[in-house]
């Protein structure tokens, strides 16, 4: 939807409704002209599909998309800043292999949640956070122009927060006489790839800065890291690509009620309904700003990938409508072209079987301060085997083998596809010396001809640290980061899995009259610390349970599935984006490469390529957004918006 589609679609709609009113013979009917009508409050934006069917004409037709009083980009055309370098830093950018956020994970034998830190947002001070840096750090060119805390809906539940910040490469902007900035009509960037951009056609990267399913706040700071591998946030304005990063509510926002009771406003659908008004604010000033909003490509990591796929997946659904008319988006299309996702943290409904599946071979979970701690076996290998019916909806084969007590089948040798491209990558990169070095060191491989295979559990034991317990999401007692999303205004928290629920349901009727105990970690009051008891599974059980049951009624059920990119994968009666990319690091103990990998299979059913449904181990990386090499964004990028 560009400016001069849209004029000559003007210019053929005055044409065909002044020839069908002469054909009338209207010659005594009033000419309605600019003079005699009212000045709009609202401005619209007709785009280039727009024209209308006259009586039996054949010309398509689209609804009319309206910028919301309030929502147009131009009135800020003088608040623009330029920027022209930036400090490279590692600032704001947090560390995804340091200790949890969230306190102890609650599974059955308890425990600290550990490791699941987060993508950050790059807001901290670059001085501040790269406090070890010299005065001699890396300076990052930016040429760019900035508009900060730009409200992207009309009556935000928290004003702070649902706001976005937008950095546009120079090159795409001009200042006129009166000191406003607009969009340069005539603006070329042509980036090291030799893929040549304008205004009109440059994509724009949608970053979220979502962590834990917490409040996240747009970013400021361009020198910070992307996370891993991946260079910095400037690189997306070298690479000639517009920069649009989202604030989000999150289960950590607060804001303070009539009464005066501060509440919680975050949770739930929160999310995703700010990105999608973000994106719909974007649709409606397509005209009004630089870059293509065709052509979003979203990203963000961990639990903010998990927030990308959702974006990508639930396009135009009217599923979140309601939310976004409360909060006053704009009335416009919400799907987007690419997701560009790392590491996901979602599919709660089914997060703990997945993840018991995923580390079936690994008996016990990362303690705090190194060692081990067993998990209960039973329970993971209860939720494991609900994957082998799972498995069949996605068109795959899953098989418990009882005898080597292990799973196998047209399924696990998916997730073993992507294993083996990872080290035949890693393989070929090295001489024969480190060729042998690596064999030796990794019994799990094999190579034959050149080919290198791998033993997928054997790969899961050796590489991948367990860092959750079996129910370390849905947990007992509901201190995980992502029971935070299923959380009431006063803080109370409550369950989301039916899965948990009824292999919970199940084992506390097997042990209804046992006498066998369970060990579990619980929190002694008095001393503030967790401890190890026994208990009688009979006792735990009926503990536990009557808190899945009451919490799980038919709306709960109908929010989780909502949350869950693959709901509308599968249904396939949203608009999806057309390309997805799945980056997860090799070594990383949580569950993005599992729901990753259901996402790819869901696709794939949908008809989507495989190649547009890319999954990257990427090699020694732990839990984040990680790269091969930072070139690697620029690469995919351009070679979908080309």
């Not at 629920?501 to 009259?513: G, P, T």
């Amino acid at each position: 939807m560009k400016l001069i589609n849209k004029i000559i679609s003007l210019i053929l709609i005055v044409v065909i409704v002044c020839g069908i009113a002469a054909c009338a013979g209207s010659d005594n009917t009033p000419s309605q002209t600019g003079s005699e009508t009212a000045a709009p409050e609202e401005t619209i934006i007709q785009t280039d599909q727009e024209t209308e069917a006259i009586e039996t004409t054949a010309e398509e037709t689209t609804e009319e998309m309206v910028i919301p009083e309030g929502l147009d980009l131009s009135q800020y055309s003088k608040a623009w800043e330029h920027i022209d370098t930036v400090k490279a830093s590692s600032g704001g950018a947090g560390n995804m292999n340091g200790p949890g956020m969230g306190g102890p994970e609650g599974g059955m034998m308890g425990g600290p949640e550990g490791g699941m830190g987060g993508p950050g947002n790059g807001n901290a001070d670059a001085d501040v956070a790269g406090s070890a840096e010299t005065e001699e750090a890396e300076m990052l060119e930016a040429n760019c122009y900035a508009l900060f805390n730009v409200p992207y809906c009309t009556s935000p539940v928290d004003p702070e927060v649902q706001v976005m910040n937008i950095y546009v490469p120079d090159a795409y902007m001009t200042e006129e006489a009166d000191g406003s900035i607009v969009i340069n009509p005539d603006g070329i960037f042509t980036n090291s790839d030799g893929t040549t951009y304008t205004a009109q056609t440059a994509p724009i990267i949608y970053q979220n800065t979502i962590d834990a399913y917490k409040e996240g706040t747009p970013i400021v700071d361009l020198g910070a890291s992307r996370k891993g591998n991946s260079g910095h946030y400037a690189d997306y304005l070298a690479s000639g690509y517009v920069l649009v990063s989202v604030g989000t509510r999150g289960n950590t926002s607060t804001v303070t009620d009539a009464s005066g009771n501060e509440i919680y406003c975050g949770t739930g659908n929160a999310f995703i309904t700010d990105l999608k008004a973000g994106v719909r604010f974007l649709k409606v000033n397509d005209s009004q700003m630089a870059g293509d909003a065709e052509k979003i490509i979203a990203t963000g990591g961990s639990a903010g990938g998990g927030a990308a796929s959702l974006l990508a997946a639930s396009g135009n659904t009217d599923v979140f409508d309601k939310e976004l008319s409360d909060i006053g988006a704009a009335e416009a299309p919400d799907d987007i072209f690419a997701g560009m996702i790392y590491c996901p943290i979602t599919d709660m409904e089914n997060a703990d079987a997945d993840y018991d599946l995923l580390h079936y071979s690994q008996k016990a979970k990362a303690g705090m301060g190194g060692g081990e701690e067993p998990i209960d076996t039973e329970v993971a290998k209860a939720l494991a085997m609900t994957m082998i019916e799972r498995a069949e909806t996605f068109g795959s084969e899953l098989i418990y083998d009882e005898q080597a007590d292990t799973f196998k089948g047209e399924f696990i040798d998916g997730l073993n596809t992507y294993v083996e491209e990872c080290y035949q990558k890693l393989y070929d990169s090295k001489n024969a010396d480190e060729q042998k070095a690596l064999l030796e060191e990794n019994d799990f491989l094999t190579v034959q001809d050149g080919k290198v295979s791998t033993d997928f559990y054997g790969f899961i034991t050796a590489r991948m640290s367990r860092k959750k317990g079996e129910l370390g999401f849905d947990s007992p007692n509901n201190t995980s980061n992502e029971a935070g999303i299923f959380m009431n205004e006063d803080g109370t928290k409550y369950h989301f899995s039916v899965t948990d629920r009824d292999i919970l349901n199940e084992l506390m009727d097997k042990y209804a009259d046992s006498d066998e105990t369970i060990r579990l970690q619980e929190l002694n009051e008095e001393i503030h610390e967790f401890v190890l008891i026994e208990k009688p599974k009979s006792e735990y059980y009926a503990d536990i349970v009557p808190s899945y049951d009451e919490a799980l009624d038919s709306e709960v059920q109908e929010l989780a599935a909502s949350l869950n990119p693959l709901t509308f994968i599968m249904a396939a009666d949203s608009s999806m984006a057309k390309h997805w990319r799945f980056n997860i690091g090799e070594i990383d103990g949580d569950a993005g490469f599992m729901t990753a990998y259901l996402m790819s299979l869901a696709l794939g059913n949908a008809g989507v390529s495989p190649e547009n449904a890319d999954i990257n181990l990427i090699y020694d990386c732990a839990h984040g957004a990680m790269e091969d090499a930072p070139e690697d964004v620029q690469i995919f990028i351009d070679s979908i918006c080309k």
